[in-house]
């Protein structure tokens, strides 16, 4: 079922990386140079493995049926620490803890609110959301902190053959998807999402693990944001991490996993998330107007979900039954 | 502001109007340290002002007021908005009548709207993802029509826009805040004593209970996205009246301002329970958050983004305390 769900966003992705083939002919072409690898694959991936590395941690909140809107204000305020904390004379490692340390923090709170007030995700993920981008300017005072310092720099654009960012992401990606389908924790998450109150009576600790998708969410978003500071040495509040949580959002709808929770796919969150970035890259090279890759975005995320519904392989011809776990309330996601 | 106090309404009051009265509260408290604080806060004027610089923020929280009622989300009204300043400013500058670009805006608005909430509908792909596409899709035509910032010169649009009412007590108000108030009170009367509203609640109360008792629930689900696209397009037009241009980023992360507004107003995100004058009131709030803030002076603009969340939670975790209260 996930190999049929993957179909579309593959194909997609396929499509993009043909056309850009087609405009540029040295698109699929690598080269070592120092010891590092470049070209324009390489360059997605880097670009890519912010959101990715979110997307990640956004897969297993909405695997529980929830939605965290405010990793994006999260990771401005990693990165505002880090460079607050660099720039006034702190150490590298001290920052990155710092700023990892009260991102976790930031997911403790969301959690709290999620798993414990029972408050509906997409809402109270929303007041860190609004409140967390203006926490993060009070700490950068509405300036751009501007850092140097090259072992930060490691973070978001340093080169061990391939790029820091791309391995970091990689990492976390393959960490999670050992821990979760390994062991029991992938299917007790579904099971969350599926019915919380069934896997309660089951005797799974729902509220635990809500509370801990949550956590490692924000510290997703933490990293990310470091990625995404240390990669231009400045922590911009306003600016930093805007809209990555609708793109990591995006990643993982496109990878299949559905909003209405209890089932989610690692593998498709990857796809997603190059899908993404794949098209923002394609509007580049193409020479499009930056800003307008929100129309192509709009138009790849419709079509792919448009194919992905149970409907429409309905209308297609019935080559599948509809599977039995895919239509589910509608009004869940809404909330 | 304590729940006791609160529970002490209780017995008067049904409990439905309590999320509401909590804003009307806030509002109170809030306009009451500003008049406090600053002798010249507590002028007809600052009110008028209030309305005046929220006018099209109102218009929008009426058209989301609908979309949540039914237990959806509409994640492209700020989009949607932007691209009506941009529609309105660009069909100016081509020469066409005011009325007749106005008359694109809003149908260009509707007709967004109701696609969307055709996808919803008819594809069982949630409203959450349909309408951030459409947020992409409004912002990425805007940008399609112009990257740049599009002035608005026409005379009778500018006349329109600084046009004012005298009020008694020297008190001025734009046309805008007439045109807000105006769709206020069609929406309470759509909502209150009309089908189609009735229809709204009974789907966010439950869609299956409202399917099985025979009430038009498709119309209703689809409809409300076609309200609030109109409303977006509507409240673009004020917005544009506002800035006087058309601009791809104006009105950036106003969904946001937005939601906030209806929630602050006593609206259940979960569908069902809400009033329209609440989301009026929640909007107010935020403005006299700003008003206070700009008055303050030493206060930074970011701490209106830190109030909005406090206050956000606060109400939440109200609603949440009504809610669980034995009926």
Known sequence: ?335 | MSTSALASLRPRLPQRFLPVVATLVVFAVTFGVGSVRYQDFASGQVVANLFIDNAFLIVLAVGMTFVILTGGIDLSVGAVAALSTMIAASTLRAGWPPLLSVLAVLVAGTVLGLLMGLVIHYFDVQPFIVTLAGMFLARGLCFLISVESVSIDDPAFRDFATGTIELPGDVTVTYSVLVALAVVAAAVYVLHLTRFGRTVYAVGGSETSARLMGLPTTRAKVGVYAVSGFCSALGGLLFALYMLSGYGLHAVGMELDVIAAVVIGGTLLAGGVGYVAGSMAGVLVLGTVQALISFEGTLSSWWTKIVIGALLLAFIVLQRVIVRQPR
């Open chain 1, 1 to 335: 079922m996930i190999r049929g769900r993957l179909l579309w966003p593959l194909i997609a992705l396929a499509g993009l990386i043909l056309l850009n083939v087609v405009f540029t002919h040295s698109f699929l072409a690598l080269r070592i140079q120092d010891g590092h690898l470049y070209g324009s694959l390489v360059d997605i991936l880097r670009n890519g493995a912010p959101t990715m590395l979110i997307a990640v941690g956004m897969t297993l909140v909405i695997a529980t049926r929830g939605i965290d809107l405010s990793v994006g204000a999260v990771a401005a305020i990693a990165g505002a620490i880090g460079c607050t904390w660099i720039a006034d004379g702190g150490d590298v490692p001290t920052a990155v803890l710092l700023a990892l340390a009260v991102c976790v923090l930031l997911g403790l709170w969301n959690g709290f609110l999620v798993s414990v007030l029972g408050i509906q995700p997409i809402i109270a993920t929303l007041v860190l959301m609004t409140a967390g981008r203006g926490g993060a300017m009070l700490l950068t005072e509405g300036q751009i902190v501007t850092v140097d310092s090259s072992a930060y720099r490691q973070i978001g654009a340093g080169f061990l053959v391939l790029p820091i960012a791309i391995l970091i992401s990689l990492a976390v990606l393959g960490g999670v998807a050992l821990l979760t389908r390994r062991t029991a924790l992938g299917m007790l998450i579904e099971a969350v999402g599926a019915n919380p109150e069934a896997s309660k009576l089951a005797g799974v600790r729902s509220r635990t693990i809500t509370w801990t998708v949550y956590v490692f969410a924000a510290f997703c978003a933490g990293v990310a944001g470091l990625m995404i500071s240390s990669n231009v040495s400045a922590a911009d509040a306003n600016n930093a991490g805007l809209w990555i949580e609708m793109d990591a959002i995006l990643a993982v709808v496109i990878g299949g996993t559905s909003l209405a929770g209890g089932r989610y796919s690692l593998g498709g969150t990857l796809v997603g998330a190059l899908v993404i970035q794949t098209l923002t890259t394609t509007v580049y090279t193409i020479g499009v107007p930056t800003n307008v890759t929100l129309l192509f975005k709009a138009v790849v995320v419709i079509t792919v979900c448009l194919l992905q519904s149970p409907r429409t392989a309905r209308i297609i011809g019935g080559r599948r039954r509809t599977p039995a776990t895919a239509p589910r309330s509608q009004k869940v996601a809404a909330g």
